[in-house]
């Protein structure tokens, strides 16, 4: 009963006035469920990298399972990527490359394609890696949202900093200012709900960099599935040396 009163109160409209702590992790978590859905979650992913003139210029496949306490494997599933996995366990992230036995340090920042980078499918709890304060309620998309700004737990995130909107009913996740350690703006983010009349996931990231290209990269969610991948695949020495996971 206490889990079903819980879950209700994510989706009662929300006045700014005296927010919490607790009730904002409320809302990121709210958030969270609609990006990636709950722990343990095996994601297909695809990020697709477009020119100004709007045609595709790249695209590349991705097996990301999301488990629990901060872990997360991510498998490459494009020909020019076949064969390399990156782990991440909490602060640590770890590249792995076919024929190799030495598993390479990496940070959340490492470039996927276009500006999409490692962090930004790798790293998918807001709730977990942030606190923050509810700003104000807005008008997104002529529709009512609130306005978060977050300020990140842990050093070893993507985006120290992060503006977000969210749904003022649902609490979806609409857009987001990612800012990097420098406290530079380093992307945009804009997010797209699935196309059913309840929609309960996003589809969608877009993401337009702010710092160098200026170019668009569509990071789609083709399929969710719920996953509690081996416990030996969240170790780096055993991926080195079992290459074949599936």
């Not at 602060?91 to 500006?115: A, E, N, V, Y």
């Not at 609409?174 to 929609?199: G, H, P, R």
Request: hydrophobic share 40%.
């Amino acid at each position: 009963m206490k889990r079903i009163l819980n879950f209700a109160l994510l989706l009662l409209p929300l006045t700014t006035a005296g927010v919490h702590a607790e009730e904002v992790s409320s809302l990121l978590k709210a958030a969270d469920h609609f990006r990636v859905g709950t722990d343990n979650m095996q994601v297909e992913t695809s990020i697709a990298t477009f020119n100004r003139d709007g045609s595709k210029e790249k695209e590349r496949n991705y097996m990301v399972f999301s488990q629990a306490n901060r872990q997360s494997l991510v498998l490459m599933q494009s020909p020019a990527e076949k064969g390399q996995k990156v782990l991440m366990l909490g602060d640590d992230f770890w590249m792995l490359m076919p024929g190799s036995q030495r598993p390479m340090r990496i940070t959340p920042m490492q470039k996927l394609l276009g500006d999409a980078s490692i962090g930004d499918i790798a790293t998918m709890s807001w709730a977990q890696d942030y606190d923050g304060k509810v700003v104000g309620e807005e008008q997104c998309d002529k529709r009512p949202c609130l306005h978060l700004s977050l300020n990140a737990n842990r050093k070893s995130v993507a985006y120290q900093h992060i503006e977000l909107w969210i749904g003022k009913q649902r609490h979806e996740p609409i857009k987001a200012d990612l800012y990097v350690q420098s406290e530079k703006l380093a992307k945009q983010a804009s997010f797209i709900l699935e196309a059913t009349a309840n929609a309960t996931g996003v589809s969608e990231m877009v993401l337009l960099d702010q710092l160098s290209s200026h170019k668009e990269t569509r990071v789609r969610y083709l399929s969710r599935h719920v996953r509690t991948v081996p416990e030996q695949w969240m170790n780096p020495m055993f991926l080195a040396k079992n290459p074949s996971l599936e």
